[in-house]
């Protein structure tokens, strides 16, 4: 068994929107040697609609896949890639340490929950058990030249008292990985404010206001990218850069990683195998930042651009 085995929960996005991210994910943690068992018959931890809907029938969503992974033999802790999953997971598992929380809990699901093994995301187990001096034994292609601007998003880290990961004003964890790739990490103020979200389902406007000034600040900063560790960001900075544009007159073209992908190409893996080809923002231009002679072969397969 390896020294690093964990019950993934990859989250409903990992199936379809966010496919490239747990392709790399997974890409990542095998050349990690981090082994993620799927947690068996796992359900959707409720995202945003839940929560918003009813704590305690969101809460039940959560504990019924807690109370799967404590069934797993031989691992050290539940590990998740999207930070809405880990928020769920670690917001649940926190309110289950209050007796009656925990007994609505277990009437819904008709049987008694445990609550014992560590969530992290993908982004902490690498952060902490591994430590960017150790992924930079892997990198054999730098990123040497490409300028990129570490989005955290509102999630990762915060509230500080149930995520407990990083400084939740101030998070550094990704910018340490990505200056291990050899890339050049773009310091802006906005690396935690929110991108907007789910509203981009009844509230559009918010979300390209908010987005843009996300990418105002990347840009203004001089990056050449945006790498991130979500789904929800991703999609609408990436997806929805044209709207953003259109909406704001603004003229921005920053591809938007996810960190998996920038990972993956600094370790020897190709642009096709990190579903670079699923990006909407085309990255050729921020690829080509990258010092010939350090730089990976990523011509991406008719990489997309962003759209309506």
């Not at 001096?133 to 730098?142: K, M």
């Amino acid at each position: 068994m390896s020294t690093f085995t964990y019950a993934y929960y990859p989250g409903c996005s990992a199936m379809g929107t966010s496919a490239e991210y747990e392709a790399s994910t997974r890409a990542l943690c095998s050349r990690l040697g981090i082994t993620l068992v799927e947690i068996p018959d796992w359900n959707c931890c409720g995202s945003t609609p839940a929560h918003a809907t009813d704590h305690t029938l969101a809460g039940a969503l959560v504990a019924r896949n807690l109370m799967l992974a404590e069934q797993m033999p031989d691992v050290r802790g539940i590990i998740t890639p999207c930070p809405s999953c880990l928020k769920n997971l670690k917001t649940t598992q926190h309110r289950l340490q209050r007796p009656a929380y925990r007994a609505g809990i277990e009437a819904l699901l008709d049987y008694p929950v445990q609550s014992t093994l560590p969530v992290k995301s993908v982004l902490q187990v690498i952060a902490e058990d591994f430590g960017p001096q150790r992924v930079q034994e892997h990198v054999t292609r730098p990123l040497t030249g490409m300028k990129v601007a570490p989005y955290y998003g509102c999630l990762m880290s915060r509230p500080p008292d149930v995520m407990a990961f990083d400084d939740h004003e101030n998070p550094v964890a990704l910018d340490g990985l990505l200056a291990a790739l050899g890339a050049t990490v773009v310091p802006y103020a906005m690396k935690v404010d929110c991108c907007g979200a789910s509203l981009a389902l009844t509230r559009r406007d918010i979300v390209t206001s908010l987005s843009c000034r996300l990418l105002d600040a990347a840009a203004e900063a001089g990056a050449h990218a945006m790498a991130t560790a979500c789904p929800m960001c991703q999609m609408n900075l990436d997806m929805r850069q044209q709207q953003i544009n259109r909406d704001n007159g603004t003229q921005f073209h920053m591809p938007v990683f996810y960190y998996t992908q920038l990972v993956g190409l600094a370790t020897g893996y190709t642009a096709a195998e990190m579903g670079l080809d699923k990006l909407c923002v085309s990255p050729a231009g921020a690829l080509a930042c990258i010092t010939p002679a350090a730089g990976p072969d990523t011509a991406p397969a008719q990489p997309r651009e962003a759209g309506a």
